[in-house]
């Protein structure tokens, strides 16, 4: 039994090889010294043999997502004599963009064919209409249903997953627009993959960016809130947001809802309560100190409204699911003054009740907020946003005004 968890567990300044390594011991010559040539023929073989074409001396952090997921799962499969008759792969898509998930697909299915059976753990039901023969449903850590994939439908496991009949309803625009002028407003944004980005966002609308890996998507939201190096003039208010200053970004009036939320965007080892109070800590302040009991209502009250569970505020944040993970974030910006949310991947690998929440939060935030979803999620974009901004190759090549669709986006995004 071999295993390929979510974060994948890859050292990122060292090769693929040497990552590799770390499941199964180097090849070696016969005075004993690591035998270099045959780990790298060895190691571009393994991925070969499921469909991954790259050099694997590559260190990690130059791989793109599908390359490293590759990494993972052959390092999962090597180290002994022994057949693995099993891989677990945990949310093996959350990092990957929609447009390139096929080669991991194609990598399980010939998995599938040399007789490994394959326990796929995925929030995304149209991965288990593609992949799976069978499909176990949980909910609240029990079992609710095993079948057939032939005899389910995805809205009969979207409610068995939520444990009540789920609509789009909360995900659906309502007739808010864009009111007065731009609360954030991005003007000549460049960085090393975007070539002068303008772009606008008011309260009373939610706007998306697009694009594929590549595109110069992942860096909208690390430049907007000056964690890598840019170019070009951002406001909020009509007031400049310095370059490379995070905290100059927030206290300009910018929240920020980061892709990777255990590194970026929570306390792990932290209470739940204070990951949602931290953003806010000022309005329990008096007189050189926290008002405690004010500061465990709001946090009851946030979790309650996030619908967090489990819902101890003195649980530590990471053994929460991804989907109340991403709740206690959302719920912590949401709880502050903030005038503007910006949000990187923000349902990646979150659970379909949670996503509602989370789109239901973010339709009702925007009668005093501007939201930007930088997302690779093109239906997500397509359902949620007022209007969607299209990247290729670092420049906005198509603005969409709702209704748009998930192929809309996508033809625009890979050049079609």
């Not at 790298?40 to 991954?52: H, I, P, T, V």
Request: with cysteine; charged share 25%.
């Amino acid at each position: 039994m071999r295993f390929v968890h979510q974060d994948l567990g890859l050292a990122a300044n060292l090769s693929a090889v040497d990552n590799m390594a770390l499941g199964f011991r180097y090849p070696r010559t016969k005075l004993g010294t690591v035998a270099w040539g045959r780990a790298r023929r060895d190691a571009r073989r393994s991925l070969e043999e499921l469909g991954y074409n790259f050099d694997p001396s590559q260190t990690i952090d130059r791989l793109n997502p599908v390359e490293r997921t590759g990494t993972a799962i052959v390092r999962a499969l090597a180290g002994t004599d022994e057949s693995v008759r099993l891989l677990v792969l945990d949310e093996p898509t959350a990092a990957l963009p929609a447009t390139e998930c096929a080669r991991l697909f194609d990598a399980v299915q010939r998995l599938a064919d040399r007789g490994v059976a394959v326990l796929y753990v995925t929030h995304h039901l149209d991965e288990v209409f593609e992949l799976a023969h069978r499909v176990s449903v949980m909910r609240n850590g029990r079992m609710v249903d095993d079948s057939a994939v032939a005899d389910r439908t995805h809205d009969q496991l979207v409610e068995m997953m939520a444990g009540r009949p789920v609509t789009k309803e909360a995900a659906r625009r309502g007739e808010s627009a864009a009111q007065g002028a731009a609360t954030l407003s991005v003007t000549g944004l460049r960085t090393g993959r975007l070539a002068g980005v303008d772009l606008h966002a008011s309260v009373g609308e939610i706007v998306g960016i697009a694009g594929i890996t590549g595109s110069g998507r992942d860096e909208v939201v690390p430049a907007i809130m000056g964690v890598i190096p840019r170019e070009g003039e951002i406001r909020t208010g009509g007031r400049v947001v310095p370059p490379r200053r995070p905290h100059r970004a927030v206290a300009s009036g910018i929240a920020c809802v980061p892709a990777n939320r255990i590194d970026d965007g929570l306390l792990p080892f932290m209470s739940i309560k204070d990951n949602l109070t931290i953003a806010g800590l000022r309005a329990f302040a008096g007189r050189g100190f926290i008002r405690r009991e004010a500061e465990a209502r709001s946090a009851g009250a946030w979790i309650a409204r996030m619908a967090v569970r489990p819902g101890i505020p003195a649980l530590p944040v990471i053994v929460l699911s991804g989907g109340n993970q991403q709740k206690v974030v959302l719920g912590r910006w949401l709880a502050t003054e903030h005038t503007v949310l910006v949000l990187d991947e923000p349902t990646q690998g979150v659970d379909v009740e949670s996503r509602v929440s989370v789109y239901r939060e973010l339709r009702e935030a925007t009668c005093r907020l501007a939201v930007l979803i930088c997302s690779s999620d093109s239906e997500e974009l397509a359902q949620l946003c007022d209007r969607v901004l299209v990247l290729r190759r670092g420049r906005i090549v198509a603005e969409l005004t709702a209704p748009t669709s998930a192929g809309e986006i996508d033809a625009i995004a890979l050049g079609s």
